[in-house]
C-alpha cells in the first residue's frame, strides 16, 4: 500500500523537523510532503532538511486549500491512502499504522485519531471542551452518527476519499464541515483512540473568544451545508 | 419647480449611464457586469422622466410620497447587485485557490525533474 503523509503547515519551523523525523521512524514505507501555505519563517528549509518533498504554495490558502494541496498530490501520484498530522507535533506518528490498519483491511473509509473515544492524558482547556462538545451534538443531529473527536486533524483515508477530496474540500473551518460532507457521500467514518502531545512549538491560534467565534462559524456553515445539493 | 428629485434622477441617470460606457470602452468594465448597470440606469430613467408610472405604483402600493418609491428601487437593486458580485468573488477566490494549488504542485514538479 502506497501511502503518503500530509502535513499542512504555517509557520512551524520550530517543530517540523522534529515531527518529519519522527514519522520517518514510525512510518519509515511513507512519502511524507509538507504543504507549506505561504509560512514567512523557514518552514521549508526545515522541512526539507528533514527530508520531506515540499510544496510551496504561492501564497496563504488556508487550512483547507492547504490540505486539498496534498490530496490533489495523492492523486495525481497514485496514492493508496493518505493520512493528515499536523506539523506542530501534537499528533504522535506512533499511531500512523494504528490508523491505516482499518483502511488497509478496507472496513473503514476514513479513520479518525481521536482524543476522546475514552480516556487519554490529554489535557485540553475549557473553552476547547466546551467546542468538541458542541461540534459532537451538532453532527450527531446532522449525520446521525456519533464522532467525539469532531475537530481532530489527525485522519487516514482511503483512494476513493483521496479521489474525493482533490474535487471538493471545504475552505474554511474544513475538520468538522468534512464529516458531514463524508456521511453524504456514504464515506465509512471510524475513530481511533490516540494519544494526544501538547504541541512542541509555536502557538495554538485557539483563545477563548476566537473560539465562541470558530463555534458560530462552523455551525452556520454546517448548517448552510447541510442545505446544499448532492454533487459538491 | 425644475430641480426636483426627478430632474435630479435624470441627470445622475444620464451621467453615470455615461460613465458606465465609457468605462466598458477603455477596458476598466467587462461587457458582462456593465450590462446589469445599463439596465437599471435605463430603467431608473424612464421611471424618473415618466413620474407618471411611479405615481401610479405608489398608488397602488399605498405610497405617501411617490419619489420614495425610486429610492426603493434603487435600494433593491443595489443589494441584488451586491449578491451578484459576492457570488462572482466566491467563484474567483474558488478559481484563484485551485490556481495557486496547481501552481505549486507543478513547481514542485518541475524542480523534481531539474535535479534528476
Partial sequence: MKVLVIIPAYNEEASIGAVIKSIKHHAPEAQIIVINDGSRDNTHIEAAKAGATVINLPFNLGIGGAMQTGYLYAKANDFDAA????????????????????????????????????????????????????????VKILTGQTI???????????????????????????????????????????????????????KSSITPLRSIYYMIKVSLSLLVGALRSNEC | MFFNVYTISI??????????????????????????????????????STPAIINTLAGW????????????????????????????????????????????????????????
Avoid at chain 2, 468594465?29 to 430613467?45: C, H, N, T, V
Avoid at chain 2, 410620497?65 to 474567483?92: D, R
Fill in chain 1, 83 to 138: 493520512i493528515q498530522v499536523d506539523g506542530d507535533g501534537q499528533h504522535d506518528p506512533a499511531y500512523i499504522h494504528k490508523l491505516l490498519k482499518p483502511i488497509e483491511s478496507g472496513s473503514a473509509s476514513v479513520v479518525i485519531g481521536s482524543r476522546y473515544v475514552y480516556e487519554t492524558s490529554y489535557k485540553s482547556s475549557f473553552s476547547r471542551r466546551t467546542g468538541m462538545i458542541f461540534f459532537s451534538i451538532l
Fill in chain 1, 148 to 202: 467525539k473527536d469532531t475537530t481532530s486533524g489527525f485522519r487516514a483515508v482511503n483512494r476513493d476519499v483521496i479521489e474525493y477530496f482533490a474535487e471538493h474540500y471545504p475552505t474554511d473551518y474544513p475538520e468538522v464541515d468534512v464529516l458531514v460532507k463524508l456521511h453524504k457521500k456514504k464515506f465509512r467514518v471510524i475513530e481511533v483512540p490516540v494519544e494526544m502531545q501538547q504541541r512542541q512549538g509555536g
Fill in chain 2, 61 to 116: 402600493l399605498d405610497i405617501k410620497n411617490p419619489p420614495s418609491l425610486l429610492f426603493l428601487f434603487g435600494l433593491v437593486y443595489l443589494i441584488i447587485y451586491n449578491l451578484h458580485l459576492t457570488v462572482v468573488i466566491s467563484k474567483q477566490s474558488e478559481n484563484i485557490t485551485r490556481l495557486a494549488q496547481e501552481v505549486a504542485l507543478l513547481k514542485e514538479k518541475n524542480s523534481r525533474n531539474d535535479s534528476d
Fill in chain 2, 11 to 48: 441627470i445622475f441617470t444620464v451621467l453615470f449611464l455615461f460613465t458606465v460606457i465609457e468605462l466598458v470602452r477603455k477596458n476598466k468594465l467587462q461587457e458582462k457586469y456593465s450590462l446589469l448597470w445599463i439596465f437599471m440606469s435605463i430603467i431608473l430613467l424612464i421611471l424618473s
